[in-house]
DNA sequence: TGCCAGGCCCTCTTTAGGGCCTT
């Protein structure tokens, strides 16, 4: 079964299409559920960051000063990523990312990819809601330093990720594959059950 | 220059609207 890398992006805004950057890159490798590897660098786009993400991410401009090229980053991460599926934690928005910067320097991930909020809403659908912060706590994973920063967002996303292939291989009794966990995240939330009694 | 997203999913739906998530 090929590694899982759980990653997350901190970005100077919402959406690289409106000229919006990567600041920082952090992940996490799982083989045979366990944390085995990690990634985690800060990168300077050369944009100025505003107030806002600054004061949500603790990132400022001054640590991103002498921090290296996204360039540079982004052609090592291609690397750790190889050979790999990846999953994130609302996978649209960091995908975006992904496919943005890696398509800055010519490099394009062609692997599999999976969303931990989409498999969380239907497989732990009585919590509260879906955020990271709250899936800490009602997956009851350890919380691994600050939200908001990349490697500490992708322990726990990876952690939680760990809490829910674990709940649906104890609630059928077998293991499941990456493809079928992406069939249930493309399932409507009524018939999961339904799918999981035919796996 | 400055503008600022967008995919998913539910429902009093599908000729649509709005909340949830991510920075």
Redesign the pocket.
Known sequence: MKPIVVL????S???P????RAIEIGAVKIVDGAIVDEFQSLMNPGVYINGF?QD??GISNDMLKDAPHNSQVMTQFYEFIQDSHIVA??L??DKKFLDAELGLVDLEFTGSAGCS??LA?RILPDSP????GTLVNYCRVPKSGQF?RALD?AKMTGFIWLAMIDKIESSIGKTVSFEMIQKI?KT??KKIPELLASI
């Open positions: 997350d992006f901190e970005t805004g919402m959406s299409d409106f000229n919006d993400i949500l991410t934690h609302n649209s928005f909020l989409l809403r809601n879906h955020k990271l908001h967002d995240c409507p939330k």
